[in-house]
């Protein structure tokens, strides 16, 4: 009788381990191998790289003791005797004659440029005033200017420059309208004028069609003002 327990147990182990073996998707040595697919990488978009703005003309304003380019390099210069040329232009500085002014127009400044404007002496702190009628164009602090004032006449056409300004009228604004030898600031040193030296750099300029404050041919102001070309 043990013989036949043995034999039992032994069949119930083999059906077992053919269970085992097989499953619904048959035996385990005859299935196909399931293949592993790799994800595929996301597509990477092409990307069109942007246009480059066209980059517009850079105008640079005009320092004081600068050079002041004119729309046509080729334009003669305004002569101080045209018949539209600005006429009885007060001097812009409180207490000063014309017959103290020095013509400085020519003046050199380095090896390639003329001063194109007066430099007017006076202590610090004195008065600056209108040379004429017209309008506040541009308040503009620069490198070399240091504050300054761009006044417009009434036709559009003339531009004052007054630089190197210690500060401006009280109020002054830009727009406003201003008159004939009204205070508009006070002599100082700023930009890069010599701090012992207080003065007005004053010039005058051609405006060109468009009217730009930082564009124009130059003219000299001493005969304007009163002086006596020498």
């Known amino acids: 009788m043990r013989w036949l327990s043995v034999a039992a147990l032994l069949l119930l182990l083999a059906n077992a381990g053919w269970w085992l073996l097989r499953d ?3 035996w385990s040595w005859q299935r196909s191998p399931v293949p592993t697919v790799a994800a595929p990488d996301a597509p990477v978009p092409a990307t069109t790289p942007d246009a480059a703005p066209a980059s517009a003309p850079v105008q640079s304003a005009p ?32 207490g000063v004659r014309a017959r103290d002014l020095d013509d400085t127009f020519d003046d050199a400044r380095g ?11 006076a202590p610090a702190g004195t008065p600056v005033l209108a040379v004429a009628d017209g309008r506040v164009e541009k308040l503009f602090d620069s490198e070399r200017g240091g504050l300054t004032i761009y006044q417009f006449e009434p036709s559009g056409r003339w531009c004052y420059y007054y630089a ?39 010039a005058i300029f051609a405006l060109t069609p468009e009217r730009q404050w930082w564009t124009g041919t130059p003219l000299n102001p001493y005969p304007m003002l009163g002086g006596t070309v020498r």
């Open 24 to 26: 619904d998707r048959g």
């Open 63 to 94: 320092d004081a003791g600068g050079v002041l380019e004119p729309a046509d390099p080729a334009a003669p210069a305004v002569a101080a005797n045209d018949p539209a040329a600005p006429a009885n232009l007060l001097v812009p500085v409180q």
């Open 111 to 121: 090896s390639e440029r003329r001063h194109e404007a007066l430099d007017i002496m």
């Open 164 to 202: 190197h300004l210690q500060s401006y009228a009280p109020g002054l604004s830009e727009g406003a309208a201003v008159t004939r030898g009204q205070v508009i600031g006070y002599v100082g040193s700023s930009g890069n004028a010599d701090p012992a030296a207080p003065h007005l750099h004053f």
